[in-house]
């Protein structure tokens, strides 16, 4: 039926209205309804369908939602005049009832302008929720499968290594897409400190650790984490020792930084294609709320600034936690 008013020429359509309108009243008035509901009556069903008409697919549902609650209204004001001016019907029960059938026809002429509205909501809703899992899934790519394809060309000539890699990032792979992801048990010192070890594992590099404090794991900290773990690969792989991880958690922020001593670069010269920095860190932190200040100088290095605020209830201080250093001592310490 929608479909069917939609496609309808609209001059016919009021037409039908109208004339659909007429025969309501001429059937209550042979009915023996007092005339001076009829009228009233009239203009508030005339109220709910304009409301309900829908004149085009894009944009009108308020105009026509607008126009039928003036109807409506109209309606009201007329009878109440009736009863308080021609004296018809005085008792107050029927002014408080014709109110209450106001507001009832009110609620119907607005729902179908709510109904557009939370479909257009939850639209955009599930948009935003698969872009974001895009870019989750972009970041997980590029911190997987395209540093282990990195590692492959470099070990090109030892087919044992080769396999180990690809068999390695297989069954993460395979683990990441078919498993249902949720929050890891991962707090955040234990978090940092397994991902430093890692990295200095897996490339050969001392990684200064200096970690104040604690949180509870959360989206946010697992976001963070994995940040952190991109930026340290990044500055083992492009910068220079000494490399310094330091963190901060306090009840509302979790605060990371990431220091090293290499060269230096142009953040705005990063082409578009690499993403390293702009999904793996940038994209993740910022999808949960939290900020990122990158700082790089020639002859100074690079330092990667991470701020991702969390829940009250997700964090939780450590009971040994000592005096936290401050942040801006950061970068003159690492």
């Known amino acids: 039926m929608a479909d069917a008013v939609r496609r309808a020429p609209k001059p016919a359509l009021v037409a039908l209205s109208g004339v659909l309108l007429m025969g309501i009243g001429l059937l209550l008035v042979s009915t023996g309804v007092d005339?001076?509901?009829?009228?009233?009556?009239?203009?508030?069903?005339?109220?709910?369908?304009?409301?309900?008409?829908?004149?085009?697919?894009?944009?009108?549902?308020?105009?026509?939602?607008l126009g039928g609650i003036v109807l409506v209204f109209c309606g009201w004001a007329l009878y109440v005049s009736n009863v308080?001016?021609?004296?018809?019907?005085?008792?107050?029960?029927?002014?408080?009832?014709?109110?209450?059938?106001?507001?009832?026809?009110?609620?119907?002429?607005?729902?179908?302008?709510?109904?557009?509205?939370?479909?257009?909501?939850?639209?955009?809703k599930a948009l935003k929720e698969r872009e974001?899992?895009?870019?989750?899934?972009?970041?997980?790519?590029?911190?997987?499968?395209?540093?282990?394809?990195a590692l492959i060309q470099l070990h090109a000539k030892?087919?044992?290594?080769?396999?180990?890699l690809a068999r390695a990032q297989e069954r993460e792979l395979r683990e990441w897409l078919y498993q249902e992801r949720s929050a890891s048990d991962r707090s955040v010192s234990a978090g940092l400190k397994k991902i430093a070890a890692e990295v200095e594992d897996g490339h050969g590099k001392p990684i200064e650790v200096v970690i104040v404090g604690d949180a509870r794991p959360s989206a946010q900290t697992d976001a963070l984490l994995d940040a952190t773990q991109q930026a340290l690969v990044n500055a083992v792989t492009h910068g220079g020792e000494p490399i310094s991880l330091y963190c901060e958690a306090g009840?509302?922020?979790?605060?990371?930084?990431?220091?090293?001593h290499g060269p230096g670069f142009d953040i705005d010269a990063i082409p578009p294609d690499r993403l390293g920095i702009r999904e793996s860190i940038i994209g993740r932190i910022k999808r949960r709320g939290g900020t990122v200040e990158i700082v790089s100088r020639p002859g100074w290095g690079t330092e990667v600034r991470m701020h991702m605020p969390i829940a009250l209830h997700a964090t939780a201080q450590s009971a040994t936690q000592t005096t936290p250093q401050p942040a801006a001592q950061q970068g003159e310490t690492a």
């Not at 507001?103 to 729902?111: E, F």
Request: net charge negative.
């Open 35 to 65: 005339s001076a509901v009829i009228l009233p009556l009239l203009l508030g069903m005339a109220g709910i369908a304009l409301a309900w008409m829908n004149l085009t697919p894009h944009g009108t549902q308020l105009l026509s939602m």
């Open 158 to 164: 030892e087919p044992d290594t080769i396999f180990t």
């Open 251 to 260: 009840a509302t922020l979790v605060e990371a930084f990431v220091r090293d």
């Open 132 to 149: 974001e899992e895009r870019a989750d899934m972009t970041a997980h790519l590029h911190d997987g499968v395209l540093q282990t394809l």
């Open 84 to 124: 308080t001016f021609v004296g018809w019907g005085t008792s107050p029960r029927r002014i408080m009832f014709s109110g209450f059938v106001m507001l009832v026809a009110t609620v119907v002429a607005v729902m179908p302008w709510a109904n557009a509205m939370l479909q257009q909501l939850s639209h955009e």
